[in-house]
């Protein structure tokens, strides 16, 4: 099957479906968001009881959209962090955030492809995956790839949502949770926190991400008529996709780390 194109897969990561034609609005629809993945405050905990110096930590953060995680990692703790998007205008964002926190000494930005730029980094002690998808394939060979590039003892971290035991519901993206944690003790790691949110907490934390980007999206219809259906069809995915995650997968981050026989 032929590789997704980079914008392909950052659509398919901010929830457009299949609908290529909306990537080069993103930046003008996601302007009034920075946070637009991973809680920051969950990584920055995580890293907090899993280092004992934290300032010592290196991050690479893939999909890192704005940088809202690592600026807040770096601020908090005093960690390297290396971000990589594909969206420039993202990148350029996250510069502008790391110089307002007085880190950009400890953050690195950059564009570019993800699954190619990987393949040239030295090993980090965290790989943050904050909510893309599965743009380096599905879990097993997410973590193959990744352990190449992982100290250690380091952690992998993943903001993702699968589908509870007991349901019968089934969504192309998602995997069930047995699924998901076959994939993960097959590439050779274990999960070692799972941080799952309840219907009511996902539902709440929806409505800051959703009313800014439907606001945007509907400026752009009025200002291009003859793509109307364009955005319109886009605030209708973000709807579809917001009700999947409270009412029927759950969303989650894991911790991961390297099973030892």
Known sequence: MQMKTVEESVVTALDGGNNLEIFPYLPYILQDLWEIGTDPKTVISIIGRHFQLPEQVTMLDLGCGKGAVSVKVAHRHGSSCHGIDAVPAFIQYAVEKAVEFGVEKLCRFEVGDIRKAVKD?????????????????????????????????????????????????????????????????????????????????????????????????????????????????????????????????????LVLKRRHE
Not at 169 to 181: A, D
Not at 199 to 220: D, G, I, T
Not at 239 to 249: I, L, P, R, S
């Open 121 to 253: 980094m030295p090993a980090a002690d965290v790989i943050l995956l904050g909510a893309i998808g599965p743009v380096l394939g599905n879990y097993e060979s997410t973590l193959s790839l990744l352990q190449l590039h992982l100290k250690e003892n380091g952690l992998i971290i993943i903001d993702d949502a699968y589908i509870a035991e007991d349901s019968e519901f089934r969504h192309p993206l998602i995997l069930p949770y047995l699924e998901m944690k076959r994939q993960i003790e097959n590439a050779g790691f274990q999960i070692v926190e799972n941080f799952s949110l309840t219907e009511e907490e996902v539902a709440e934390s929806e409505v800051p991400l959703f009313e800014p980007l439907k606001k945007r999206c509907l400026e752009l219809a009025a200002q291009y008529p003859e793509k109307q259906s364009l955005f319109l069809d886009y605030i209708k995915q973000q709807e579809t996709e917001g009700d999947v995650n409270a009412h029927h997968a759950v969303c989650t981050t």
